[in-house]
């Protein structure tokens, strides 16, 4: 058979069966194993195994488990809500400066938990009804913050980001610098779009300043200014040649632990389970992806349809533009439906090979894919932050959250397309840090 037509069925088999409801790494495994059972015979049931655990011999992938303890030790604790209160009393002179510090909070936050869920809710509670109260529309009120909480997939340390470059064989070095300036690009769009839309609103009693005393200001910092510490510190010791990212990874999960403990009184053995029960459940659901994407792979590969793929886009007489246009739009939809970490490891193996043909960097490439799934996480039906903000503030309607939301989908297009024009956005830190790749 030929291989692209195989690889239309193998595409139509996946999306019936993960639509089906199973989860997706089982539904990788199923569609995997059929294909290598229908042409290269029972023998192939003997490899799969191999493959399986074979994928997830690498230590790299320790930093996953570790930077997720990490993030969990902090959106245990009133981490979020000091961060937010610590941007509003220092912000306060600037115009507008409670949706600007709900923005800043969710940068920050998603700098130390590199959840996106995690940010909506730990910055979401205090900054929804805080901006509600003082009359901002509930579009901006719940659209910015889900918004925001996007960043976490994008603002070093990202586990996208160490998914991207354990399946594609990248520096996760790289990446995590790669998503720096891009990070801070769109903080600054959101904020941008905020305010004009607060400005737009009409009511200036919004744009007033809220007066706090120096003692106040300070009063906050010791309980947030030790987070912020190791997030610097994880990222000296990483671009310092200290330690490897894993190392690293460790080391901070430990120190968050610790801090969670003494500054916010974690000593209940039941609120650390509850800690290190849910990073572990998101750990061994990540490393199952990551396992049976291996899988997956292997049969693309031994059925010859991600070469075949390859070369057809290679014989393509077509503006590598207009290519790069196609493969986003399906990033887009496939991010409509499915989670960040699926759609990189499913699609990673076949479209690696074709934008390094096409002669696109790698890096860059993981930065626009990235902001694809930042989009889906605020785009229905998936669009899992916004069940998040309507489960903080379930008065307002998943339209109204939907609605307020759109905006940033454009800002975030912008990005993405400024991101073309300029590709040393993504790629200038990491080479100015680490050297050319």
Same mark, same amino acid.
């Given at each position: 058979?030929?291989?692209?037509?195989?690889?239309?069925?193998?595409?139509?088999?996946?999306?019936?069966?993960?639509?089906?409801?199973?989860?997706?790494?089982?539904?990788?495994?199923?569609?995997?194993?059929?294909?290598?059972?229908?042409?290269?015979?029972?023998?192939?049931?003997?490899?799969?195994?191999?493959?399986?655990?074979?994928?997830?011999?690498?230590?790299?992938?320790?930093?996953?488990?570790?930077?997720?303890?990490?993030?969990?030790?902090?959106?245990?604790?009133?981490?979020?809500?000091?961060?937010?209160?610590?941007?509003?009393?220092?912000?306060?002179?600037?115009?507008?400066?409670?949706?600007?510090?709900?923005?800043?909070?969710?940068?920050?936050?998603?700098?130390?938990?590199?959840?996106?869920?995690?940010?909506?809710?730990?910055?979401?509670?205090?900054?929804?009804?805080?901006?509600?109260?003082?009359?901002?529309?509930?579009?901006?009120?719940?659209?910015?913050?889900?918004?925001?909480?996007?960043?976490?997939?994008?603002?070093?340390?990202?586990?996208?980001?160490?998914?991207?470059?354990?399946?594609?064989?990248?520096?996760?070095?790289?990446?995590?610098?790669?998503?720096?300036?891009?990070?801070?690009?769109?903080?600054?769009?959101?904020?941008?779009?905020?305010?004009?839309?607060?400005?737009?609103?009409?009511?200036?009693?919004?744009?007033? =300043?809220?007066?706090?005393?120096?003692?106040?200001?300070?009063? %906050?910092?010791?309980?947030? *200014? !030790?987070?912020? #510490?190791? @997030? $610097?510190?994880?990222?000296?010791?990483?671009?310092?040649?200290?330690?490897?990212?894993?190392?690293?990874?460790?080391?901070?999960?430990?120190?968050?632990?610790?801090?969670?403990?003494?500054?916010?009184?974690?000593?209940?053995?039941?609120?650390?389970?509850?800690?290190?029960?849910?990073?572990?459940?998101?750990?061994?659901?990540?490393?199952?992806?990551?396992?049976?994407?291996?899988?997956?792979?292997?049969?693309?590969?031994?059925?010859?349809?991600?070469?075949?793929?390859?070369?057809?886009?290679?014989?393509?007489?077509?503006?590598?533009? =207009?290519?790069?246009?196609?493969?986003?739009?399906?990033?887009? %939809?496939?991010?409509?439906? *499915? !989670?960040?970490? #699926?759609? @990189? $490891?499913?699609?990673?193996?076949?479209?690696?090979?074709?934008?390094?043909?096409?002669?696109?960097?790698?890096?860059?490439?993981?930065?626009?894919?990235?902001?694809?799934?930042?989009?889906?996480?605020?785009?229905?039906?998936?669009?899992?932050?916004?069940?998040?903000?309507?489960?903080?503030?379930?008065?307002?309607?998943?339209?109204?959250?939907?609605?307020?939301?759109?905006?940033?989908?454009?800002?975030?297009?912008?990005?993405?397309?400024?991101?073309?024009?300029?590709?040393?956005?993504?790629?200038?830190?990491?080479?100015?840090?680490?050297?050319?790749?």
């Amino acid at each position: 058979m030929d291989p692209l037509l195989l690889g239309l069925i193998v595409a139509i088999a996946t999306i019936v069966v993960l639509f089906s409801g199973v989860s997706v790494a089982v539904g990788l495994l199923i569609v995997a194993g059929g294909f290598l059972i229908i042409f290269d015979g029972m023998r192939s049931l003997e490899l799969m195994p191999e493959i399986f655990f074979g994928k997830l011999d690498n230590f790299a992938l320790l930093s996953i488990p570790m930077f997720i303890i990490m993030g969990a030790s902090i959106a245990s604790t009133r981490a979020g809500a000091d961060l937010y209160e610590a941007l509003e009393r220092w912000l306060t002179r600037v115009p507008g400066g409670l949706v600007i510090s709900n923005l800043g909070a969710c940068a920050l936050f998603s700098a130390m938990s590199g959840s996106s869920p995690a940010t909506c809710a730990a910055i979401g509670k205090m900054g929804i009804p805080e901006m509600r109260k003082r009359g901002y529309p509930d579009s901006v009120a719940a659209g910015s913050i889900a918004a925001g909480g996007t960043l976490g997939i994008l603002i070093p340390p990202s586990v996208t980001m160490i998914v991207y470059g354990i399946a594609t064989e990248t520096s996760i070095g790289r990446l995590f610098l790669a998503g720096v300036i891009p990070g801070f690009l769109l903080v600054v769009l959101f904020m941008a779009w905020s305010l004009y839309q607060t400005w737009r609103s009409g009511d200036v009693n919004l744009l007033r =300043v809220t007066p706090y005393t120096w003692a106040q200001k300070f009063e %906050i910092l010791p309980r947030v *200014l !030790p987070f912020l #510490a190791i @997030i $610097l510190g994880v990222l000296y010791a990483m671009y310092g040649g200290i330690a490897t990212p894993s190392e690293t990874a460790a080391v901070g999960a430990l120190l968050c632990l610790v801090i969670a403990m003494v500054i916010y009184k974690l000593w209940d053995p039941r609120a650390l389970w509850v800690v290190l029960r849910d990073s572990t459940r998101e750990s061994v659901m990540i490393l199952f992806i990551i396992a049976a994407a291996g899988v997956f792979s292997y049969m693309l590969s031994s059925l010859f349809i991600t070469q075949s793929i390859a070369e057809w886009i290679g014989t393509l007489d077509v503006n590598r533009w =207009v290519l790069m246009g196609a493969i986003n739009v399906f990033l887009l %939809i496939a991010g409509f439906f *499915l !989670p960040p970490v #699926a759609v @990189i $490891l499913m699609a990673a193996p076949i479209l690696l090979p074709i934008i390094t043909i096409a002669g696109f960097d790698p890096i860059w490439f993981a930065v626009v894919l990235t902001i694809n799934m930042e989009i889906g996480l605020i785009s229905p039906p998936v669009g899992l932050n916004l069940y998040v903000i309507n489960g903080i503030a379930p008065d307002i309607k998943l339209k109204t959250i939907l609605y307020g939301s759109l905006p940033y989908v454009g800002c975030m297009i912008l990005a993405i397309i400024l991101l073309c024009l300029f590709p040393g956005l993504a790629t200038w830190l990491p080479n100015a840090v680490m050297g050319m790749g």
